[in-house]
C-alpha cells in the first residue's frame, strides 16, 4: 500500500519540475523581442502579410508569395495580422517573434516527450538543456525566419522516426537508415 502512496507524490514531483523547466525556457525566448532587427525580417513581415491577406480573402492562388519553404514561418508571422494591422514596424515584428517563440517551444517540449520516450529521463533532461540554453538556437528562435522553425520540425521528424527504426529488424535497419538519409 506504502508503494501506491508514493507514486503521486513522485508524479507531482516530476510535473513541478518540467513545469518549472519550461517556465525558465520560455523567458529567454519571449521577453525583449523587440530589442534588435536582422535583415531578412523585414521580408518576412511582408511576406506573412501577403500571404494572409490571401488566406482571409480565399484567393489560395496568391498565397505563393515566395518560391522559399517558409509556409509554416507565413502561417506564424502572419497570425499577428488578427490582431494589429500589418506593417513593417517594430510592435508587428516583435508579435511575430511571439508567435514564432511559442512554436518552437512547444517543439522543444514535444522533441523533449520524444526523448524521454526513446532514451529515458537524463538524456531528455540534457536534450532540454542543450536545445532551450544553446545561444546560437537561442538567438534563432527569436527572429522571424525558417531557420528555428526547420531545425525544430527536422528534430521532431528524425525523433519521430527513430522508434520505427526500433522495430525493423536488424539485418534491415542499415538499408532504412540508408534509404532515409538518401531523401533528406
Known sequence: MQKYLQKPDKLFRNVLCIVCLFAFAVGPRLLSLDAHWSSDEARWLNRSAQFMSAVEKGEFSKTLVAYHPGVATMWLAGLRTLFMDP???VPNLARARVFIGIAVWAGIGITCLLLYKLFG??????GFACLAYSP????????VHTDALATVFLLLTVLGFLPYCA????????AVV????TLC
Open 87 to 89: 506593417g513593417v514596424d
Open 121 to 126: 529521463q537524463w538524456i531528455a533532461l540534457a
Open 136 to 143: 546560437l538556437f537561442l538567438a534563432q528562435t527569436r527572429r
Open 167 to 174: 522495430r525493423i529488424p536488424s539485418d534491415a535497419r542499415c
Open 178 to 181: 540508408l534509404d532515409a538519409g
